[in-house]
């Protein structure tokens, strides 16, 4: 769960909160993520809880529980391709290799004008797609 991400094994995961917590009210999108589907082997975690920011700017970081059961923590920017779409290209930590390149396509869904739904694909390896709440600030 987030709270066992943020409380039990993430150090990391409570100092990205941390500094999540301090940043300026109009800074950018909270992302909260949540469950995935993987389309290969079922041994993959598909609960990949964990929190991320969207900055004005473009630049995106966060953290998670990934698909191996690891704490993964990724950083890259967004380039927006539509008001909907949008391709974030960066890297993330915590699988095979210790940084490893990252490129997902994602979706917004908007529920209200501050929240929306992303829906993610991660296109590579198996594939993978992960539903994560934002919420602009």
Same mark, same amino acid.
């Given at each position: 769960s987030l709270c066992q991400a943020v409380t039990g094994r993430g150090v990391v995961m409570r100092y990205l909160l941390l500094l999540l917590?301090?940043?300026?009210?109009?800074?950018?999108?909270?992302?909260?993520?949540g469950p995935s589907y993987h389309f290969g082997p079922t041994e993959y975690n598909n609960a990949n809880y964990g929190l991320g920011y969207a900055f004005d700017n473009n /630049? #995106?970081? %966060?953290?998670?529980? *990934?698909? $191996? *059961?690891?704490?993964?923590?990724y950083a890259g920017y967004c380039f !927006? #391709? !539509?008001?909907?779409?949008?391709?974030?290209?960066?890297? #993330?930590? %915590?699988?095979? =290799?210790p940084v490893a390149p990252a490129v997902v396509l994602s979706y917004r869904v908007?529920? !209200?004008?501050?929240? %929306?739904?992303? =829906? *993610?694909?991660v296109p /590579? %390896?198996?594939? #993978? $797609?992960?539903?994560?709440l934002g919420v602009k600030l």
């Open positions: 917590l301090s940043l300026p009210a109009h800074a950018g999108e909270l992302l909260l993520h /630049f #995106v970081l %966060g953290a998670y529980e *990934n698909s $191996i *059961n690891k704490t993964s923590v !927006t #391709v !539509t008001q909907r779409i949008s391709v974030l290209a960066g890297a #993330v930590s %915590g699988y095979e =290799i908007p529920i !209200t004008e501050r929240i %929306g739904l992303r =829906i *993610n694909l /590579f %390896g198996s594939g #993978v $797609i992960n539903l994560a």
